[in-house]
């Protein structure tokens, strides 16, 4: 079973950047698609970005050229490094693993495995 751990996330002013975490315990997760999701309060959860096993990385048109996702799969953890943070970018951020490691889904529904949140607010 495999269990994600997410850090990071806080409060920062709008122009600033944040790193979140997510590691895995209970299986390796270079086999696997690993994607960020975000939920803000009253909305749907929308994803974020995400990249597979072979380190192809897809982004939301709301978040690219600002955020990026990276892997080290020797620590077995990804990372959502968020540069330029906007008031808008305040959510809960999930990051979710797919088993297989060769597509990329958007659908939330698709993902195996979840980690706990963590709340990202970004102050105008």
């Known amino acids: 079973q495999v269990q994600l751990v997410q850090s990071g996330g806080g409060l920062v002013q709008a122009g600033g950047s944040l790193r979140l975490s997510c590691a895995a315990s209970?299986?390796?997760?270079?086999?696997?698609?690993m994607a960020w999701f975000r939920q803000a309060p009253g909305k749907e959860r929308e994803f974020v970005g995400a990249?597979?096993?072979?380190?192809?990385?897809y982004y939301a048109d709301s978040v690219k050229g600002r955020f990026t996702i990276s892997r080290d799969n020797a620590k077995n953890t990804v990372y959502l490094q968020m540069n330029r943070l906007k008031p808008e970018d305040t959510a809960d951020y999930y990051c979710?693993?797919?088993?297989?490691?060769?597509?990329?889904?958007?659908?939330?529904?698709?993902?195996?495995?979840w980690g706990q949140g963590t709340q990202v607010t970004v102050s105008s």
């Open positions: 209970g299986r390796t997760l270079s086999s696997y698609t």
């Open positions: 990249i597979t096993r072979g380190v192809v990385t």
């Open positions: 979710a693993a797919d088993r297989d490691g060769n597509r990329i889904y958007i659908s939330p529904i698709l993902y195996d495995h």
